[in-house]
């Protein structure tokens, strides 16, 4: 089959929240979002890995299955490197990868089309890139022809924190036959899989038609494939998005990829879909913990991998994250330092995996810590809570050129505003003003107001809240550009 007559349809799934990376990383911020390796994110550096693929076959703009809460910047981000989503499908609540692969394909499927989907995590990071997309040829003739195929990464250690994937024979194309999906092993097992050269990682890369997984996943799981499809029909078109119905989708049960259909493919010839495994040698990472990013990060000759603003003294093996601040380390051996506005993790780098039971903790005690970062990111820019006490809170508010937050009232605080840089048009009750650098304005508690960014450069102004409530769900919205409800922020 000619390369360039097949369509590749990559599909980036974005839903998860990366736990085991806090603080760092938080729910409505998670790690796909954040540059942890470079200057691009995560889920910019999956978008960008596709160019090149280009010059071989037709490659589509990526379609996109993430949450609600990540909307915004989740298109910023493609946007901003030149990779704007074909599609963004909003889950309402998280259901694991096979009902958002399901979505994808109904969607890639829904006008008659049958694209080769590539279906990429967003958190992953592949080093060379080169030899990603010489796997990809390698199984794209197979997958264009009804195959179903995995991307298996070819073991460097006995890895205990990933799954396995048992091959069988090679292909004319030079993919292997899948024998069998295995569960995440005991040492001991972990070195006999790599002993006997047979196994390779489960790296959660996935190759096939959309009719074909549609076929597979309705055979199945007859549940889910319903589910999905009557919550996709369902769905609603707002702005860029398209908001997956919640009230169909709570029915779906939830699965990933492997489970749902991959570990039972092999067994199912009846269904004429092939299984096959594409080996890759491409320095993969899933970054699945501080460990994981020290592997993959560039390290002095002690073997310390810093980021930010620090400063090591007798210090061997070691992974130092600063956000905001100088952070120093004297003696540190083998330890994982992480350090945001509103948190510092202190870890065993042999006990990362753990980090997940402090989140744990963390959320059964109420804490917002897991879900937001100080600074929050809204798709008229961010704020930053610099200071609070007991009936006061002080933000930071930048606003990007032309964008506005909504026409709004609070019944529990009045604000001041002073604009530090930029050019506010501000509207105070029935009255609009025009601000500049130094001057301000006052909010009383229950006037409906918005602020606006009329100029060409960012828009930077210091909010002091005070009142009885300072709860972010005391908005009334009269108007919005972005289509929120109250409580979106």
Same mark, same amino acid.
């Given at each position: 089959?000619?390369?360039?007559?097949?369509?590749?349809?990559?599909?980036?799934?974005?839903?998860?929240?990366?736990?085991?990376?806090?603080?760092?990383?938080?729910?409505?911020?998670?790690?796909?979002? /954040?540059?942890?390796?470079?200057?691009?994110?995560?889920?910019?550096?999956?978008?960008?890995?596709?160019?090149?693929?280009?010059?071989?076959?037709?490659?589509?703009?990526?379609?996109?299955?993430?949450?609600?809460?990540?909307?915004?910047?989740?298109?910023?981000?493609?946007?901003?490197?030149?990779?704007?989503?074909?599609?963004?499908?909003?889950?309402?609540?998280?259901?694991?990868?096979?009902?958002?692969?399901?979505?994808?394909?109904?969607?890639?499927?829904?006008?008659?089309?049958?694209?080769?989907?590539?279906?990429?995590?967003?958190?992953?990071?592949?080093?060379?890139?080169?030899?990603?997309?010489?796997?990809?040829?390698?199984?794209?003739?197979?997958?264009?022809?009804?195959?179903?195929?995995?991307?298996?990464?070819?073991?460097?250690?006995?890895?205990?924190?990933?799954?396995?994937?048992?091959?069988?024979?090679?292909?004319?194309?030079?993919?292997?036959?899948?024998?069998?999906?295995?569960?995440?092993?005991?040492?001991?097992?972990?070195?006999?899989?790599?002993?006997?050269?047979?196994?390779?990682?489960?790296?959660?890369?996935?190759?096939?038609?959309?009719?074909?997984?549609?076929?597979?996943?309705?055979?199945?799981?007859?549940?889910?494939?319903?589910?999905?499809?009557?919550?996709?029909?369902?769905?609603?078109?707002?702005?860029?998005?398209?908001?997956?119905?919640?009230?169909?989708?709570?029915?779906?049960?939830?699965?990933?990829?492997?489970?749902?259909?991959?570990?039972?493919?092999?067994?199912?010839?009846? /269904?004429?879909?092939?299984?096959?495994?594409?080996?890759?040698?491409?320095?993969?990472?899933?970054?699945?913990?501080?460990?994981?990013?020290?592997?993959?990060?560039?390290?002095?000759?002690?073997?310390?991998?810093?980021?930010?603003?620090?400063?090591?003294?007798?210090?061997?093996?070691?992974?130092?994250?600063?956000?905001?601040?100088?952070?120093?380390?004297?003696?540190?051996?083998?330890?994982?330092?992480?350090?945001?506005?509103?948190?510092?993790?202190?870890?065993?780098?042999?006990?990362?995996?753990?980090?997940?039971?402090?989140?744990?903790?963390?959320?059964?005690?109420?804490?917002?810590?897991?879900?937001?970062?100080?600074?929050?990111?809204?798709?008229?820019?961010?704020?930053?809570?610099?200071?609070?006490?007991?009936?006061?809170?002080?933000?930071?508010?930048?606003?990007?050129?032309?964008?506005?937050?909504?026409?709004?009232?609070?019944?529990?605080?009045?604000?001041?505003?002073?604009?530090?840089?930029?050019?506010?048009?501000?509207?105070?009750?029935?009255?609009?003003?025009?601000?500049?650098?130094?001057?301000?304005?006052?909010?009383?508690?229950?006037?409906?107001?918005?602020?606006?960014?009329?100029?060409?450069?960012?828009?930077?102004?210091?909010?002091?809240?005070?009142?009885?409530?300072?709860?972010?769900?005391?908005?009334?919205?009269?108007?919005?550009?972005?289509?929120?409800?109250?409580?979106?922020?």
């Amino acid at each position: 089959m000619n390369p360039t007559a097949i369509t590749l349809l990559p599909i980036i799934l974005s839903g998860g929240s990366g736990t085991r990376l806090w603080p760092l990383s938080r729910e409505t911020y998670p790690k796909q979002l /954040l540059a942890l390796t470079g200057t691009a994110t995560l889920l910019q550096e999956t978008a960008l890995r596709l160019g090149g693929l280009e010059g071989a076959l037709q490659v589509s703009s990526p379609g996109v299955v993430c949450n609600v809460e990540c909307r915004f910047i989740t298109a910023e981000q493609l946007q901003t490197v030149g990779k704007p989503a074909s599609f963004i499908l909003l889950e309402p609540f998280g259901r694991n990868t096979a009902p958002a692969l399901t979505l994808a394909a109904l969607q890639a499927h829904r006008d008659g089309s049958d694209p080769v989907m590539l279906v990429m995590p967003a958190d992953h990071v592949i080093g060379d890139v080169p030899a990603f997309h010489a796997a990809v040829q390698r199984g794209l003739a197979a997958a264009a022809d009804g195959a179903m195929l995995t991307f298996g990464i070819v073991p460097t250690r006995a890895e205990t924190g990933y799954g396995y994937l048992r091959y069988g024979d090679e292909q004319a194309d030079g993919s292997r036959q899948l024998a069998a999906f295995v569960e995440k092993p005991d040492l001991e097992t972990a070195r006999r899989y790599l002993d006997s050269g047979e196994y390779l990682w489960n790296s959660g890369l996935f190759m096939m038609r959309a009719s074909v997984w549609l076929k597979a996943i309705a055979h199945f799981d007859p549940a889910m494939a319903t589910a999905c499809t009557a919550a996709f029909e369902a769905a609603s078109r707002d702005i860029d998005f398209i908001r997956i119905d919640p009230i169909a989708f709570a029915a779906c049960p939830s699965d990933s990829i492997d489970y749902a259909v991959m570990e039972k493919l092999a067994a199912a010839p009846e /269904l004429g879909i092939p299984a096959r495994i594409v080996p890759l040698d491409a320095n993969w990472s899933d970054v699945g913990a501080w460990d994981a990013l020290w592997d993959v990060l560039d390290k002095d000759a002690a073997g310390n991998a810093t980021r930010g603003h620090t400063l090591l003294e007798g210090s061997t093996g070691s992974l130092v994250f600063a956000g905001s601040r100088l952070v120093a380390g004297v003696g540190l051996d083998n330890i994982i330092v992480v350090e945001t506005a509103d948190a510092v993790l202190v870890a065993d780098k042999s006990r990362t995996q753990d980090v997940k039971k402090i989140v744990a903790r963390l959320k059964a005690e109420g804490h917002t810590l897991t879900d937001t970062h100080r600074k929050v990111h809204r798709p008229w820019g961010w704020y930053d809570s610099i200071d609070a006490g007991d009936r006061f809170q002080v933000k930071r508010i930048v606003v990007k050129p032309g964008a506005s937050l909504s026409l709004q009232m609070h019944h529990h605080r009045a604000e001041h505003w002073v604009v530090v840089s930029g050019t506010a048009e501000i509207t105070n009750g029935d009255k609009v003003l025009l601000l500049s650098e130094n001057e301000s304005t006052y909010i009383p508690l229950g006037h409906v107001h918005r602020l606006s960014n009329p100029g060409k450069m960012p828009l930077e102004i210091i909010e002091v809240q005070s009142g009885s409530y300072l709860g972010e769900d005391d908005i009334v919205r009269f108007e919005d550009t972005y289509g929120r409800a109250p409580a979106d922020g």
